[in-house]
């Protein structure tokens, strides 16, 4: 969130975010803010995100581990989605880090071993979903092995050039939140930018829609 | 940083920060932010920790990568802390994994692999410092051992319990920054909590100082 260009910023978020929930209810918000703190303060970022900004889901780093994520599970009706294999050039420093897991003895990559926990150990009430970078779709179709139906957030089409049909097969066709920001948000510096930014949206939700309905047959 | 109870929070930290450098110039304002996100965004961050906020350091999370921490190494100036070892109830989740030492073959917990990474990958210019918790000593000199004179902040005492003699001999006696937060911020919720905070602030500081002669000898 880059809410920093004006003491007023953070009025501004409420303003828009109030919008849309105004305007197009069937939009669900997600405030892709990777928090990452220790429990009490991580209470204060819930509060933020679900009482302040009333944003419906938000994105979180696993690394201080289950108490940094519970605060947000206290919102029985809000998503929280953990970010396990990122689609930045510098994902595979950590996440790629071989682990060993239990069950098989086998060594996994760390970010399969995320999958697993947040899968098995920490989704109780079904809230948790997972950010899987879209330039991986075979680490994809990994995590959706893992996490069955799990609710997947996949960054890296657009700007990132993740591939819409690779992505929407390897996730099975379902439960997918495909997003594209920059594609989008820096679709023209011009006086075109409403609808040249438009253009894009709609052409990013045909592509995704098409290869669902290739993938479902 | 709990910085949403006012619109304008922001800029009460900003005038905070700027106090503390008119008042106490030797005193180093370091940002607990734990940011961890893409480039573009680091990048943004470190605007905000650095320019808008002045601070002279701050902490970030190491699961996205070195890409994600470089940006805020830009600021030749600024000292960047890496989450290692937290000393949160959950902090053992992620970061107690076992994972492989390419040079030994031993396996070697997760957090002590950051310290490897951040000492002997991503510190070209001795910006960097580790965050350890002070709660496990021995995890403390472990990472002393991995990281040579490296600097590093250690929380858990206070509030948290943790030891101040056994982190400072853990530590080798230098390059310690011993942080407590909530003994001090909640010292008193009274009209006394100016003179209460400064009273626990100096223990805190004299049990310090006195752990550190201790230790030298």
């Known amino acids: 969130m880059h809410t920093f260009a004006s003491a007023h910023a953070e009025t501004q ?4 975010i109030s919008y849309i929930h105004e305007q197009y209810p069937h939009i669900p ?5 990777k928090r990452g703190d220790i429990g009490s303060t991580a209470t204060h970022y819930a509060m933020e995100a679900f009482e302040r900004y009333q944003a419906d889901a938000i994105t979180v780093n696993p690394y201080m581990g289950f108490d940094s994520i519970e605060p947000y599970l206290a919102y029985a009706d809000k998503g929280v989605f953990v970010l396990c294999r990122t689609s930045n050039p510098g994902g595979s420093d950590i996440q790629f880090l071989e682990v060993q897991d239990e069950k098989t003895q086998k060594f996994i990559p760390l970010y399969a071993k995320v999958a697993q ?3 098995q150990q920490w989704n109780a009430n ?4 997972l950010v899987v970078g879209a330039t991986f779709p075979e680490e994809i179709s990994r995590v959706r ?3 069955g139906k799990m609710p997947l957030l ?3 089409i657009g700007a990132q050039g993740g591939d819409i049909p690779a992505t929407v097969q390897a996730g099975k066709g ?3 939140l495909i997003n594209s920001s920059r594609a989008i948000l820096y679709a023209s510096s011009d006086t075109n930018f409403a609808s040249e930014a438009r253009r894009v949206a709609i052409e990013t939700r045909n592509s995704i829609r098409e290869a669902v309905k290739v993938y479902l047959g």
């Open 29 to 33: 918000v997600i405030l892709d803010a």
């Open 126 to 129: 079904g809230q948790i979903g």
């Open 117 to 119: 926990m947040a899968s």
């Open 13 to 16: 978020l409420e303003n828009l």
């Open 145 to 147: 092995t893992i996490v």
């Open 154 to 156: 996949i960054p890296g």
């Open 174 to 176: 379902e439960n997918l």
